[in-house]
């Protein structure tokens, strides 16, 4: 799996999945990452195949705190998951 993020200065680069669950035109993986290069970080993302489709990204430091959120209906391109 590869998955790449980067946004005004936040950097997430997945470095391994933990699940990944499909159901109902949505679709979440979870898993560890690095965000700016450092390690111990969870990621969840989920897609939602919909009308507009969206996508919602979180991410979570060692502690389990939540430090960073993004989410929104896509703008252009699609999201489709069988």
Do not use: H
């Not at 200065?9 to 933990?18: E, I, K, P, Q, V």
């Not at 700016?36 to 969840?44: S, V």
């Not at 969206?54 to 939540?66: D, E, I």
């Amino acid at each position: 799996m590869a998955l790449t993020f980067s946004a005004d200065g936040f950097s997430l680069s997945a470095t391994g999945s933990d699940w990944f669950v499909a159901a109902g035109g949505t679709a979440t993986i979870q898993g560890a990452a690095k965000v700016n290069g450092a390690a111990g970080y969870t990621f969840q993302l989920t897609a939602v195949d919909s009308k507009p489709d969206s996508l919602l990204l979180q991410v979570w430091n060692s502690k389990g705190v939540l430090i960073y959120e993004s989410g929104a209906p896509l703008k252009c391109g699609s999201i489709t998951i069988k």
